[in-house]
């Protein structure tokens, strides 16, 4: 099994519907988890940090995480064409010398 | 969020030259760096891990002879690509890491080897 895995995508949402970006890991005590978004060409930036199972709300973005299953998950309300990028899943792995591990992303393509 | 620079933002070389790129965090001290390579449409790859003071930790594939890393302060590390080829034509990518582990990245280096 990946240590974080993501659907490759692309991922097609219509503006103004919710983008739902799923991600699973492996590693059962992972305490930290975050999304990043990466427009093409340019670095990945920072969009939530989550650590305690439940919702955590920021603006459009809503970050899910469900440690039993193991699952972390992004909804983006209201989508925007702005929103179209590559989304990576992050998790720390604590068999990995506590690095944070990067999924491959999930393309997310806002059709206008 | 906190701020990582990384310098040059694009770099053009001839083959066989070596190069520099610095990474600095500007508003957070930072005694994990790590540096990344990105090819076109391709995932993030991590090449080292980088402690201040100490040694880097390279990722099994990665020269640790070609690919010089110095990490001299809580705020500035340093990648360098000696004997540049073409084949290292890439994006290249610094990022800090902060408080509760978040890794904050810079905004990218360009490398082209000609």
């Known amino acids: 099994q990946k240590e974080v895995e993501q659907n490759s995508g692309p991922l097609s949402v219509p503006e103004g519907a919710i983008a739902s970006l799923n991600c699973t890991y492996s590693?059962?005590?992972?305490?930290?988890f975050f999304w990043y978004r990466q427009y093409s060409g340019k670095s990945p930036e920072l969009i939530m940090s989550?650590?305690?199972?439940g919702d955590k709300e920021d603006g459009r973005f809503t970050a899910q995480l469900n440690k039993a299953s193991q699952y972390v998950s992004l909804l983006i309300r209201d989508s925007q064409p702005s929103d179209s990028a590559t989304y990576l899943c992050?998790?720390?792995?604590?068999?990995?010398?506590?690095?944070?591990?990067f999924g491959k992303g999930t393309r997310l393509h806002i059709l206008p | 969020g906190a701020v990582v620079s990384q310098h040059p933002s694009r770099v053009i070389c001839k083959s066989g030259t070596s190069v520099k790129i610095e990474c600095r965090s500007l508003?957070?001290?930072?005694?994990?760096m790590f540096w990344y390579r990105q090819f076109p449409k391709k995932s993030l790859m991590l090449m080292a891990t980088?402690?201040?003071?100490?040694?880097?930790?390279?990722e099994q594939g990665v020269e640790k002879d070609k690919f010089l890393i110095n990490h001299a302060s809580l705020t500035l590390s340093t990648l360098t690509v000696t004997s540049a080829h073409p084949e290292d034509s890439s994006f290249y990518i610094c990022?800090?890491?902060?408080?509760?582990?978040?890794?904050?990245f810079g905004p990218g280096t360009r490398l082209t080897v000609l």
């Open positions: 992050a998790v720390n792995i604590r068999g990995r010398d506590d690095k944070i591990i």
């Open positions: 590693d059962r005590g992972s305490q930290s």
């Open positions: 989550i650590y305690s199972n």
């Open positions: 508003d957070f001290q930072a005694t994990t």
């Open positions: 980088s402690n201040e003071g100490s040694k880097a930790t390279y």
């Open positions: 990022s800090g890491r902060g408080a509760a582990d978040t890794q904050y």
